[in-house]
């Protein structure tokens, strides 16, 4: 399925104010890419996925799925949040089933592709464990089966590893390639983290501080499987790095209310401050 944003605008209102969260967004996704948004907090990239999965709906412009605008919320698009949200009185097998079970399936084929879905995200041995007996990766493979089981033609994942580990979260980050490459579903994954950014996708788009609005887009043209170590994938990221620090800084102005600058090794520290050198 291919995804259409055109001149979207969307704002919020908080204490009182309207405070525009995305300005003019206009991007396409192609059916099976894997793309990837980044941006500093607060610039409107959860919103993005929102508007997409049809949970929340544009002031002016348009969102399409198929050349259909999006209306609401479709078994078609799915969401993986950076919280796994399982059910903690029903075990894994029973968390993933729940979808199919809603949806009328049969006992026996729902569980026959339940089973199939945790088999791909490397949990059969925790088919009847609860929630609370799962690490934090452990709840997030569960998260990602009970999606990929609808069968979603298009994947939305809203920093899904951002809570877990580096050794965790980068395993899931190659488990979550060959994934897309076994599936070939459409998936748009948004992240703070560069690396993961450039390591998963295709095209990574960099949005603005808030309001929100597509400043560049990044062809990662490298060839799969990709090693982290790659000199042209750390060039790529030190491209995006420099471009970025001018909205983090931003950000940084915004929130803290106090003149800060990034340094050139991208810590935020104030300017009328001498942290030292040489230390």
Wanted: hydrophobic share 40%; aromatic share 6%.
């Amino acid at each position: 399925m291919r995804v259409v944003l055109k001149r979207v605008h969307k704002s919020f209102k908080q204490k009182g104010q309207q405070v525009q969260a995305l300005h003019d967004i206009n991007f396409s996704v192609e059916e099976g890419e894997f793309i990837c948004v980044i941006g500093p907090s607060g610039c409107g990239k959860s919103t993005l996925i929102s508007l997409i999965a049809g949970l929340e709906f544009p002031d002016s412009g348009q969102v399409f799925v198929d050349d259909k605008i999006v209306e609401g919320p479709s078994k078609d698009r799915l969401v993986v949040f950076q919280e796994a949200a399982l059910f903690p009185w029903l075990t894994v097998l029973a968390n993933v089933e729940f979808g199919l079970k809603i949806a009328g399936v049969n006992q026996t084929q729902r569980r026959d592709c339940a089973l199939e879905a945790i088999k791909m995200v490397h949990l059969s041995r925790f088919v009847n464990s609860h929630p609370h007996e799962l690490s934090g990766g452990m709840k997030q493979r569960a998260a990602l089966a009970r999606a990929i089981v609808m069968d979603p033609k298009i994947l939305l994942m809203d920093e899904p590893f951002a809570a877990l580990d580096a050794q965790t979260r980068q395993m899931l980050q190659e488990e979550l390639q060959e994934l897309w490459q076994k599936t070939k579903k459409t998936i748009l994954f948004v992240t703070h983290n560069v690396r993961e950014a450039t390591f998963l996708s295709d095209r990574v788009f960099e949005i603005t501080a808030r309001p929100g609005t597509i400043k560049k887009e990044y062809l990662i043209s490298i060839p799969r499987p990709r090693r982290e170590q790659d000199p042209h994938l750390l060039a790529v990221q030190t491209t995006i790095m420099g471009s970025l620090k001018d909205e983090i800084e931003k950000v940084a102005k915004q929130e803290l209310d106090i003149d800060y600058e990034i340094s050139k090794t991208g810590v935020v520290t104030p300017v009328d401050r001498n942290l030292g050198s040489n230390i």
